[in-house]
């Protein structure tokens, strides 16, 4: 008797853990998650990955709102590898691997009106968590810094019509 109640236990554990695993993702603004979206794809997509990758955890988190509805994310973020082979479609059963190191990702991009713009084409940088050097954070914030809204920029106050 005491054994089925073991296994009973340990399955009732197994279907609580993979509804948790996406808890932080669903605690993310929209904004955020489309940049997360975006990682997520292009890991996921990539040959050399055996294993589907979900969002783990948010490092930081910076938008720049120069306003007309235009705004300029930058999210840095842990992937996780979980149980589900690469190109899973439902991850809901995916419950998170802790014998694979990190994914350490940054990303920034242009939004308007709430949409992901192609131009400038966002930046995406993931890379595991133990090679990532002071370096390449110095690199990351760079890229993603000349992107964004400057004073002297020209705006829609600065046109003189026709």
């Not at 000349?146 to 705006?155: E, L």
Request: aromatic share 12%; with cysteine; glycine share 6%.
């Amino acid at each position: 008797m005491a054994a089925v109640w073991w296994c009973w236990l340990l399955a009732a554990g197994c279907l609580v853990l993979p509804s948790g695993a996406q808890e932080a993702y669903e605690q993310l603004n929209d904004t955020y998650k489309k940049g997360v979206d975006l990682a997520v794809e292009k890991l996921n997509s990539h040959v050399g990955i055996n294993h589907h990758f979900l969002f783990f955890k948010s490092l930081s988190q910076s938008d720049i709102q120069p306003g007309f509805d235009v705004s300029y994310i930058y999210h840095r973020f842990y992937l996780k590898a979980t149980r589900c082979p690469r190109g899973t479609v439902d991850t809901s059963n995916c419950p998170f691997r802790n014998d694979r190191p990190l994914m350490d990702c940054a990303v920034c991009y242009k939004t308007f009106a709430g949409a992901v713009e192609t131009t400038p084409k966002p930046y995406l940088h993931c890379v595991r968590k133990p090679t990532l050097t002071q370096e390449m954070r110095v690199v990351r914030v760079n890229h993603c810094n000349q992107m964004s809204y400057s004073n002297g920029a020209p705006t829609l106050l600065a046109s003189t019509g026709d």
